[in-house]
């Protein structure tokens, strides 16, 4: 395997690695715009111009594949004048945007200018001028003359999408990013563009203006939106000193961006994830436990009511559960053990499918847990129990809330009617609450922590990012006190670790894991979901 | 929008490439012999024949100097002013255009006659100064011999 | 002195095979397919010491022996005929009046190269030369010159004419496959060179026209005659020289490689334009290459004299410039030229070449300040080495050149915010 000596320490790399790669792979950093691993290799930026010795050029270290015995220099003088120069010409045609430009705070032209920049402007002939604010479809706006030509939207869109949209338009100087006439960038992942814009020209519309970047809170999630399960970074706006905007600091989710993960989505995400948390941050929440006319009740009281119903339900084999495939594994095992408890159920899950598989991240299963409900629950189909209920055979039907989209929970068709006691339990005023007779809050997605299973077996985890609204509190802990008011003996789970480690002494399918070693990128069990395709 | 003999000379041009998409600038030189200039609409048919998207043509034609993105003058003239036509009065004779024409560089005259275009080194500095009208070379010019040249054309 | 390159473009109807083979034409070709093995042809190129013509004068038959001997994909010759380089017309000459000559030569060169295909990429601008070469190559084909079974050896090689259509890039090599290809003519990062991986993937060689045209004389006259003419074994054949600018006759030149500059223009060219303006300076090699002062010019025009005097035979375009000339608003229009045909793929080149113009616009125009001959060189030193293809350099070189050969120039204009130069007219 081919060795290379990068400033002076030498290291091993695959045979095929760019200097870049080998650099990048041991924390060294070196500057470049056009590189990105999910995309070809352009070679343009110049940015990454690094000393090989023996080369009489200095060489992109983007492109340049390791030597054994290479030797490279990525810090010194020669270098440092060629980086400096790169940044000098990025800079000339480009628009002092920094006050209004979304991209601050992470934008490499900021940080390079910083780091490898010579702080002084000799351009003083006219900065070449483009369009701004271009609604190119309905994601993103394109500012033509923040853009430096690194050609990364453009590959995007012709190797991750296929769809072709942007290309650069016209040459020289006077080279832009444009779209066809007439035509709009909506392929279904037109976001993922703005990530990679290393500068303010792609931005995301639903962000514009939200926020300044460094005041958000930043918390490694998983999106809840379909079975694919993608790695996000869910970011929150926080309150911080000097802050004058009340917007800013509300503890709402700003937005959601991909994390990467090779073995799920690589870099990318698609725009509904991408943009699920509006839909979240604006659903009418349930404040608190209330019955069917919304008079509150004290939360002992409630839960007392509903396990009466249930117990009683039980007793005759009349009581029905259905459960929503967005919900965590805790909170799906604790609802199993309630029931085990009480002495069972007709459970079946809600199944939630919507268009087709793609032919690359999205899911027609918009169950972000189906599988896990499949493991937990078994894979009795919810129309099953609302037919039961509509047959009369069930006296009491708790039914799970969606906890990412209000729209995504069942609808009952009315099967309120032929039950004597409708229990919602979930965050948001939907179809089904409003038919409920009891109703107890829980916690949406990205309020709780927990795990989730994803269409390919990975069992990844969701994280709490904000506050609970109202009283919501996590599925699995309603469900705990549902057992302590019905004297079920249970164990006292105070957090997800627990009910996670619980469930796997109990289940073989969780068999071997542990809820300390499940990480940031998730834990492949090697099987993907069998749940009812 | 074409017809089956057009689309018969795009045929041949794609069969004589092992990928479609190579017969592109071929193909746009057919689009303005028939329209004049390309359009749009043009570059979104040879999109789809060509299996490329309408943007990607869009970036050939805007990349490309000769290609005509609105129509142009019956009379199209292209004036070389690089350095060895300039160094043989080419700014003169841009100049005498401009006034005779009485349009500037990049214009059309208003009845659709002539348009008028600076562009790069024709290879054609041992006759400058010179112009290209339309397709053909006009070399050695004189201010006489250009306004007898332009006396007759229609 | 022999005319080789030029012996047929006088004589009539000489564009027509029926006159090409009557002085021999495609003997070459013939004697090649149908008794050399395409390693043979590599190596009497090699021997004849043919470097480039199209401006980089890169040996040709090592440019040939990079191609894969065993031939396990497809194979391509492509003819470089997209000539653009500012002072440069001689490839146009030969597919004008003599396309037979160049066909010939890119057969010869497809056989060598083990090719299917050989692509003519000629300008859009050369409308009258593509005509001309379709016609021929309809010629060629009717008589078995091209297409299928070449001189009837079973051998097929299609010969096919590409028109361009209006961008000085895509004479660079790697710009012209992307171009061919059917996208934006954007150069390419190397390696991988077109000799492993080029147009459509497959293994490439691209040649300039003027240098395929030797090539049939080199097969039928043999590679030790070619190699006797010119100045050493490094500077070989008879080679076009074109001259423009301040000079009485301006055209095309056939003369023994290593011709003196001063001969081309004061013998062949006739001498300066007008009498009392004589030679300032002189571009001897199209506008990429660095300029020569009037006391510079006693030199010969080959690659390695002009090397050797910092300056370059590149494609030949000897430009002439007398003592009317404003050096500052000649550099601002080479200037212009480089920032209006850069792709704009790379930064140093996208920015540095409309950065370096619009300084010199207003040098030229008065309004110059006295940091700007020094910015002007500092911005041509960071372009140049830094960029994917030879461009940037390209247009940094006449930028160094200029202001540092006649830096009294730019530094009066800047002093006296206007043009200085005495008489300074363009006639």
């Not at chain 1, 705070?105 to 402007?121: F, I, K, M, N």
């Not at chain 1, 249930?310 to 199993?336: D, F, V, W």
């Not at chain 2, 000379?9 to 746009?28: I, Q």
């Amino acid at each position: 395997m081919p060795k290379v000596t990068i400033d002076g320490v030498e290291i091993e790399v695959q045979p095929g690695t760019t200097v870049l790669q080998a650099a990048l792979s041991r924390g060294r950093e070196v500057p470049h715009y056009c590189y990105h691993p999910g995309l070809s290799i352009a070679g343009n930026c110049r940015m990454c111009l690094v000393e090989v010795e023996k080369a009489p050029k200095l060489m992109i270290a983007c492109q340049t594949q390791v030597a054994d015995g290479m030797v490279v220099n990525t810090r010194n003088e020669r270098v440092e004048q060629a980086q400096s120069s790169v940044m000098e010409f990025l800079l000339i045609n480009h628009p002092l945007d920094c006050p209004i430009c979304d991209q601050a705070g992470e934008c490499r032209l900021q940080e390079y200018a910083v780091e490898h920049g010579t702080g002084v402007s000799r351009h003083d002939v006219g900065k070449v001028a483009q369009s701004k604010a271009v609604d190119i479809g309905p994601h993103i706006t394109l500012d033509q003359e923040r853009c430096i030509q690194c050609s990364r939207c453009v590959r995007f869109c012709n190797e991750v999408t296929g769809t072709g949209e942007l290309d650069f338009f016209q040459r020289g100087d006077r080279t832009k990013i444009g779209l066809y006439p007439g035509k709009s960038l909506d392929n279904l992942y037109s976001g993922n563009v703005a990530d990679i814009c290393p500068v303010g020209a792609l931005t995301v519309k639903e962000f514009r203006f939200a926020t300044r970047v460094w005041y958000l809170k930043n918390t490694p999630s998983v999106c809840a939106g379909c079975s694919k399960g993608c790695n996000v970074m869910v970011a929150v706006g926080r309150k911080q000193e000097l802050m004058t905007s009340p917007g800013q600091m509300d503890d709402g989710i700003k937005r959601i961006v991909p994390r990467v993960n090779e073995d799920v989505n690589g870099h990318w995400i698609c725009d509904e994830g991408r943009l699920s948390y509006l839909k979240l941050e604006s659903a009418e929440r349930l404040p608190y436990a209330q019955d069917g006319d919304g008079v509150e009740l004290d939360w002992e009281v409630a839960t007392l009511l509903a396990v009466q119903s249930m117990q009683t339900a039980a007793a005759t084999g009349r009581l029905g559960i259905i459960a929503s495939p967005r919900a965590t594994n805790e909170t799906l095992y604790a609802l199993k053990k309630l029931v085990d408890g009480i002495g069972g159920a007709r459970i079946g899950t809600h199944r939630n499918h919507r268009g087709e598989d793609d032919n690359l991240l999205i899911r027609a299963d918009k169950g972000a847990n189906a599988a896990g409900a499949a493991t937990i629950l078994g894979t009795e189909d919810a129309v099953a129990v609302t037919l039961a209920a509509r047959n009369g055979e069930l006296d009491t039907l708790v039914v799970m809330g969606d906890s990412l989209d209000p729209a995504d929970t069942i609808d009952l068709h009315g099967a309120a009617e032929d039950v004597g006691q409708l229990i919602f339990v979930g965050p948001f005023v939907d179809v089904a609450s409003k038919a409920a007779h009891l109703r107890l809050p829980a916690s949406a997605w990205a309020e709780e922590d927990g795990t989730m299973v994803n269409c390919d077996g990975r069992i990844q985890l969701v994280r709490r990012c904000h506050r609970p609204r109202g009283e919501g509190r996590p599925g699995w802990l309603v469900f705990q006190d549902l057992m302590r008011a019905a004297g079920v003996e249970s164990s006292a789970w105070s957090e997800w670790g627990e009910v996670y480690d619980a469930m796997r002494d109990d289940l073989d399918a969780f068999g071997g894991t542990s809820s300390a070693a499940i990480g940031l990128l998730g834990l492949s069990t090697g099987t993907p979901a069998a749940a009812g395709a | 929008m074409y017809g089956p003999e057009f689309e018969r000379r795009v045929d041949a041009l794609v069969a004589r490439y092992p990928e479609p998409k190579a017969a592109m600038l071929m193909v746009l030189w057919e689009v303005q012999k028939e329209k004049g200039w390309i359009d749009s609409e043009s570059e979104a048919w040879v999109g789809k024949r060509l299996g490329t998207s309408p943007a990607q043509v869009h970036g050939v034609v805007s990349f490309y100097t000769m290609y005509k993105q609105k129509p142009m003058g019956r009379h199209h003239v292209q004036v070389c002013t690089t350095l060895s036509c300039m160094l043989r009065g080419s700014d003169e004779l841009m100049g005498h255009l401009e006034q005779k024409l009485g349009i500037k560089p990049g214009e059309v005259t208003a009845d659709g006659k002539f348009s008028l275009v600076r562009v790069e080194c024709l290879g054609s500095c041992g006759t400058a100064p010179m112009f290209q009208l339309n397709d053909d070379y006009h070399e050695n010019l004189t201010l006489e011999s250009v306004d007898r040249l332009l006396e007759g054309l229609e | 002195m022999e005319r080789v390159l030029t012996r047929n473009i006088h004589k009539e109807n000489s564009q027509s095979i029926g006159v090409y083979l009557a002085g021999g034409g495609y003997e070459g070709l013939r004697k090649a397919v149908t008794s050399m093995t395409p390693a043979e042809v590599v190596d009497a190129v090699k021997k004849s010491g043919l470097r480039g013509r199209g401006g980089a004068g890169f040996p040709t038959g090592l440019k040939w022996s990079f191609m894969p001997q065993e031939k396990t994909k497809k194979h391509y010759l492509l003819c470089n005929a997209d000539e653009s380089e500012p002072g440069t017309f001689k490839d146009r000459l030969l597919m004008e009046q003599d396309p037979h000559m160049t066909l010939e030569g890119c057969m010869i060169g497809a056989y060598a190269m083990q090719a299917d295909a050989c692509y003519i990429y000629i300008r859009g601008e050369f409308v009258f030369g593509a005509r001309m070469l379709d016609e021929a190559v309809a010629e060629a084909y009717a008589k078995g010159y091209a297409g299928k079974n070449v001189c009837g050896t079973g051998w097929n090689c299609d010969l096919v004419v590409h028109r361009g259509a209006g961008a000085y890039i895509c004479g660079e090599e790697t710009a012209l496959m992307t171009s061919l290809e059917g996208e934006r003519g954007n150069p390419r990062v190397k390696p991988p060179f077109p000799a492993q991986f080029g147009v459509w993937g497959m293994p490439t060689t691209i040649n300039n026209v003027e240098t395929l045209a030797c090539v049939p004389d080199i097969i039928v006259r043999g590679p030790e005659w070619f190699a006797g003419i010119g100045t050493d074994e490094r500077n070989t054949g008879s080679k076009l020289y074109c001259l423009s600018g301040h000079i009485q006759r301006p055209g095309v030149y056939e003369a023994p490689m290593g011709l003196p500059l001063k001969e081309l223009i004061n013998d062949l060219g006739g001498g300066m334009l007008h009498p009392d303006r004589p030679l300032k300076a002189c571009i001897p090699g199209g506008s990429s290459v660095p300029v020569l002062r009037a006391e510079e010019c006693d030199c010969n025009l080959d690659f390695d004299s002009l090397a050797a005097l910092k300056t370059g035979l590149g494609s030949a375009g000897i430009m002439v410039m007398d003592t009317s000339t404003c050096m500052v608003k000649a550099l601002q229009r080479i200037s212009h030229f480089y920032a209006h045909e850069s792709c704009g793929q790379c930064t140093p080149c996208r920015e540095g070449c409309g950065w370096m113009e619009r300084i010199l616009l207003r040098i030229e125009e008065g309004r110059g300040l006295q940091q700007d001959i020094d910015l002007l060189k500092n911005i041509a030193d960071n372009i140049e080495g830094r960029t994917i293809c030879a461009l940037g350099d390209a247009a940094a070189w006449p930028v160094q050149s200029f202001v540092t050969k006649f830096r009294d120039e730019f530094q009066a204009h800047i002093d006296e915010k206007r043009c200085t130069v005495q008489g300074a007219t363009y006639a």
